[in-house]
Nanobody, 126 residues
Framework: QVQLVESGGGLVQAGDSLQLSCTGA????????EAWFRQAPGKEREFVAG?????????YFADSLEDRFLIWRRSDKNTVYLEMTNLKPEDTAVYYC??????????????????WGQGTQVTVSS
């Protein structure tokens, strides 16, 4: 089992930056693939960014977010971070950390992730 806890959400203004953290317990992140998803009110959960283990810590992003978002991992803290820059009101959502037992994944599909955090709210005001 893997327990995930997100932190770092909050209320920011358009153009601001925000860093989210996801700390895991129960398994080392270095054996998993981790990802961030988000869900806005009335919308489906969507993929944001992921980082895997076996592709030389390869990262992958939703096409529309790659120029503003960054994901990285600190193995010594078993924590994955999501750095969001130039935030826009449409980035407002609950952001979820997820993990997959497949350390070689590059999946953008929520169903491929078996472990989820409780989510952290990000609100961007205009």
């Amino acid at each position: 089992q893997v327990q995930l806890v997100e932190s770092g959400g909050g209320l920011v203004q358009a153009g601001d930056s925000l860093q989210l953290s996801c700390t895991g317990a129960g398994r080392s992140f270095s054996t998993l693939t981790e990802a961030w998803f988000r869900q806005a009110p009335g919308k489906e959960r969507e993929f944001v960014a992921g980082i895997n283990t076996w592709h030389r810590l390869g990262t992958y992003f939703a096409d529309s977010l790659e120029d503003r978002f960054l994901i990285w991992r600190r193995s010594d803290k078993n924590t994955v971070y999501l750095e969001m820059t130039n935030l826009k009101p449409e980035d407002t959502a609950v952001y979820y950390c997820a993990a997959s037992d497949d350390g070689d994944s590059r999946s953008r599909y929520a169903g491929d992730y078996g472990y989820w955090g409780q989510g952290t709210q990000v609100t961007v005001s205009s």
